[in-house]
């Protein structure tokens, strides 16, 4: 019952990180503000989920897994429906505020959760979930504005689902507990005797800095594709709106599909070695976003990329405890998403500064620029953390 309450959980996590991108094309004339500017909206969200994500172990040490799950998918419903009542930018802006406060500790705590508790086939099958969510967002949204023109209703669509889900976690709380305390660890109540990391001793731990870098760069790749898509297909390849918002839903279907398939590698490949096949086939992606053959490339190599992200996330996650420990993954894993979180924050806003001054043919090229670097990150992480054992 648990874990299919954590499946649910892992919905709600998804469900309006795409949102943003699929409607802005729409948003933006609306508003009559110029197209760079969503990602203002996005860094506000980010910084937000970069605070929480970094107060996520002392969170989690006062409340436990459970509770922090629960508020935070509140928070998040909060934020939704003041997307959808939105009228002006600057609203936007302001409940921006707690639609990204209610991002961070959850996607901290539930990850480290799901680390300590569970096989490595089943982060990845619950991170599929997570795509479910990315992948259902833009339909309604795209619905929404094909048949009552109306963006607004999309938010409303979502914050209800949200609404919903909080209401099943918050009756389930004492599952959460009951869990920790048959595997004996330390999650909430049980956690009095672990101290909570500075960012300073975080920092110290071998590897750590280089597995910062490496989130950096993998969620600058994802929300910089997912983000983009819409605007990318609708501005340099002149595909109509809502058809634009319907196609880069297929990023998110190659993150959920791959994920699937990727819970039933992992039996065969461990954490490494799948990390190491996202990354190639992300490349191969770019690479056909490269080559001018017609929109079916295009969204075959957005497709691709979102198969590739697919393994990294969940496999770098489930190796942190065997990685830093199982004592300190709740505070890397924490100082992880907020590191994840400032690639969110500012490398898909400078890419849309970037293409409207020179160009949205650049969007491959940004991509494949972050993903060289990720690569070398990562390597670096293995090598630091196995001299260290």
């Not at 935070?72 to 002006?88: D, I």
């Not at 191969?284 to 957005?302: C, H, M």
């Not at 497709?303 to 890397?332: E, M, N, R, W």
Request: with cysteine; net charge neutral.
């Amino acid at each position: 019952m648990l874990l299919f309450i954590i499946y649910l959980a892992f919905i709600s996590l998804g469900l309006p990180d795409s949102l943003l991108g699929s409607a802005w094309p729409t948003i933006y004339k609306q508003f009559d503000v110029p197209v760079s500017y969503m990602g203002f909206v996005s860094m506000i969200i980010s910084f937000c989920t970069i605070i929480s994500a970094l107060l996520s172990d002392r969170l989690t040490k006062r409340l436990g897994t459970g509770k922090v799950t629960a508020l935070s998918t509140a928070l998040t419903a909060v934020g939704l429906f003041g997307f959808s009542f939105s009228s002006q930018y600057w609203m936007l802006c302001l409940w921006a505020l707690p639609y990204g406060l209610g991002a961070g500790s959850i996607d901290a705590a539930l990850n480290n959760f799901v680390a300590l508790h569970f096989k490595s086939r089943h982060m990845s099958w619950l991170h599929c979930m997570w795509g479910i969510g990315a992948s259902f967002g833009p339909y309604v949204m795209s619905y929404c504005i094909t048949k009552h023109d109306s963006w607004n209703m999309g938010y409303a669509t979502i914050g209800i689902i949200q609404s919903v889900l909080t209401f099943i976690i918050i009756i389930s709380l004492p599952l959460w507990n009951k869990r920790s305390e048959e595997d004996g660890t330390d999650d909430g109540a049980n956690a009095s005797s672990r101290k909570a990391l500075s960012i300073k001793e975080i920092l110290a731990i071998p590897g750590a800095k280089e597995i910062l870098i490496t989130f950096f760069c993998y969620c600058a790749v994802e929300q910089t594709a997912g983000q983009w898509a819409a605007s990318y297909l609708t501005i340099f390849k002149d595909v109509p709106a809502a058809t634009a918002a319907s196609f880069a839903s297929l990023f998110y279907i190659g993150i959920t599909v791959g994920r699937a398939i990727s819970g039933f590698l992992t039996i065969r490949f461990n954490d490494t070695q799948m990390i190491h096949i996202g990354q190639g086939i992300i490349a191969l992606g770019i690479i056909l976003l490269f080559l001018p053959f017609g929109d079916v490339i295009s969204l075959a190599g957005l497709i691709i990329i979102g198969l590739g992200c697919a393994p990294i996330y969940p496999c770098v996650i489930h190796s942190t405890p065997s990685l830093f420990g199982a004592d300190k993954s709740q505070a890397v894993i924490g100082v992880q998403m907020a590191a994840a979180y400032v690639g969110t924050t500012l490398m898909p806003p400078l890419f849309g500064l970037l293409a409207n001054h020179i160009s949205f043919a650049l969007y491959p090229i940004y991509l494949g620029i972050i993903l060289v670097l990720m690569i070398v990150m990562y390597m670096n992480v293995i090598k630091k953390t196995e001299s260290a054992k």
